[in-house]
């Protein structure tokens, strides 16, 4: 080939070169270069969406798809939830009960009429002679008032000779009484009240028996006399530890009452020495063994009325009587787990005298703060009672017994003693 030759081709090549380069610029021009929009003619009406087959039910548990939920036939149809509007402010705690100036917490008592006594509760009796040598009497005559017990205390300020006087004085006082009237007798000393008359009386009236004596577990004097022969063998069985009669809390109908102590002064006669040294209880123990009373005359055996404190470890009389294990709080009340009964009247005879401030320490008027406040403990010394033959304030005769009271506990009282005596 010949150099002319060579030469005509590469310049034949080149021109096709820039031939196809020219092309392609032209090309990309055109496509970058905006089109006219066409005309727009009117939009039909819109057709309803064909109907969607349904989905199986394996496409609804898939949780891979995040907006699966937003397709969802269901989703598509629910309206649309309001939004929430803020949750209510919390409500404020319930506030104490606030007591009544007249709850009975606040209110000082006086002795009630007879015949109002008589109706609604009953009449309590009981026979001292002076305050004893420490606290005890002051803090037996509190626990009446707390709970708004009318109790009149017999013999105060008579010269002390015997048990005789306490039997005499109490036969005098019933004696006076209506004779459906409900009298309540306990001593002085050793006792604690733990209910109101009114509950003391309906009690009372649930055992459906005239006269109802206290039981105990020990059998005494009787136990001295032949090493337990007649408590073995005379005293009636007993469905509890609670065998034997205590002449120190009895509660019944003052006609039924009067014939009952009235039989226990003829048998000891009514003058001498003999009659002041005489043993009340022993002669009640021996009237009631004999069945001179029959179904009138009756013991407390499940401590619905009244729970004795004193224990008896002697298996020949009654196995393992001690009352204080028995006792348990329950519901801010003392409850005996033996009997099952919540007593209203404590008698701390015997050895039991060492559980008395260990029982009046769980006692609601010592448990709950309103209780222990000024305005409560002034209208317990402004309450007056009858003693003997006068009326007098309970602070005239404890002067110093809630002088330096202490408060011990913040817990409250609670409505039902706030406004009115749990009966």
């Not at 020219?22 to 089109?35: A, D, I, R, T, Y």
């Not at 039997?167 to 009237?181: H, I, K, S, T």
Request: glycine share 6%.
């Amino acid at each position: 080939m010949g150099s002319r030759t060579y030469i005509a081709l590469l310049g034949a090549a080149a021109i096709v070169i820039l031939l196809q380069s020219w092309s392609l610029s032209s090309h990309v021009h055109h496509l970058n270069k905006p089109e006219r929009p066409a005309p727009v003619a009117a939009a039909p009406p819109p057709r309803p969406p064909p109907a969607e087959a349904p989905r199986p039910a394996a496409a609804a548990a898939d949780n891979s798809n995040l907006f699966a939920s937003l397709r969802s036939d269901d989703a598509a149809a629910a309206p649309r939830s309001p939004p929430r509007s803020p949750p209510p402010p919390p409500a404020p705690p319930a506030e104490a009960p606030v007591p009544r100036a007249d709850a009975p917490l606040f209110r000082a008592n006086a002795p009630r009429d007879e015949a109002e006594t008589c109706a609604t509760g009953v009449v309590a009796l009981t026979y001292a002679s002076h305050r004893g040598k420490d606290e005890r009497f002051c803090r037996s005559v509190e626990s009446a008032v707390r709970n708004g017990v009318d109790l009149r205390v017999l013999g105060w300020g008579v010269k002390w000779e015997g048990l005789s006087q306490k039997l005499a004085a109490a036969l005098a006082a019933v004696d006076a009484l209506p004779a459906d009237c409900v009298v309540l007798f306990t001593d002085a000393y050793d006792v604690l009240f733990a209910a109101s008359g009114a509950r003391m009386r309906r009690d009372f009236l649930a055992l459906d028996q005239p006269l109802v004596f206290a039981g105990e577990c020990g059998c005494w004097p009787q136990v001295q006399r032949d090493r337990g022969k007649t408590c073995r063998d005379l005293y009636p069985k007993s469905p509890t530890p609670y065998r034997y009669l205590n002449s120190g809390a009895w509660m019944g109908r003052a006609g039924v009452a009067a014939r009952f102590l009235r039989r226990l002064v003829d048998t000891a006669g009514a003058e001498g020495a003999a009659f002041h040294k005489l043993n009340d209880q022993e002669l009640a123990a021996e009237l009631y063994f004999s069945g001179e009373f029959g179904p009138e005359l009756g013991l407390d055996h499940y401590a619905r009325l009244f729970q004795c404190m004193h224990g008896v470890r002697d298996t020949t009389l009654v196995p393992d009587c001690d009352p204080w294990p028995d006792l348990k709080e329950r519901d801010g009340t003392l409850t005996n787990t033996r009997t099952e009964s919540v007593p209203a009247v404590y008698h701390f005879n015997g050895g039991g005298k060492r559980h008395h401030l260990k029982v009046e320490a769980m006692m609601w008027w010592k448990t709950c703060s309103e209780a222990q406040s000024p305005e409560a403990r002034a209208a317990v010394e402004a309450t007056t009672l009858r003693f003997h033959e006068s009326t007098v304030a309970f602070a005239d005769v404890c002067p110093r017994h809630l002088a330096d009271y202490a408060p011990k506990s913040t817990k409250p009282c609670g409505d039902a003693l706030l406004r009115g005596l749990v009966a």
